[in-house]
């Protein structure tokens, strides 16, 4: 399995990948940069990657990385969005789940809308 890295100014974090389409498209793409979007406890960023649904979760776990196949976006989930139920962590509408954060996801909880978010091949 594949690993990157997630850094900003103030963190750098590894992530593994799956062995999924969505997880491919997302590595061929790298090296990029964009800026960050926050929704609750998610951060996310358009990426140049188009794909269609795979597997798409409704709800994810702690950590896990999903592709929003709305919009064309990387997410991190690391926390309850506002549209979650009890401890749920749901996306805005499903995406498709291609990795995890290695170690405490919480670290994004400093990520601020505008922050420039790197991924790099680890």
């Known amino acids: 399995m594949a690993r990157i890295c997630i850094t900003t100014d103030q963190l750098s974090a ?4 799956n062995d999924t389409k969505t997880a491919a498209l997302i590595l061929a793409a790298l090296p990029l940069e964009a800026a960050a979007n926050t929704w609750g ?32 976006a990387f997410c991190i989930f690391f926390g309850p969005t506002p549209i979650s139920r009890c401890n749920e962590i749901r996306p805005a509408s499903a995406v498709n789940v291609f990795g995890k954060v290695i170690g405490d ?15 790099t091949v680890a």
């Open 105 to 119: 996801p919480t670290v994004f909880k400093s990520v601020r809308t505008g922050e420039i978010v790197r991924l």
């Open 41 to 72: 406890d998610e951060v996310y960023f358009s990426v140049p990657v188009t794909c269609a649904p795979e597997n798409a979760h409704e709800v994810v776990e702690l950590g896990e990385l999903g592709y929003w196949p709305a919009g064309s």
């Open 14 to 17: 590894e992530a593994e990948l």
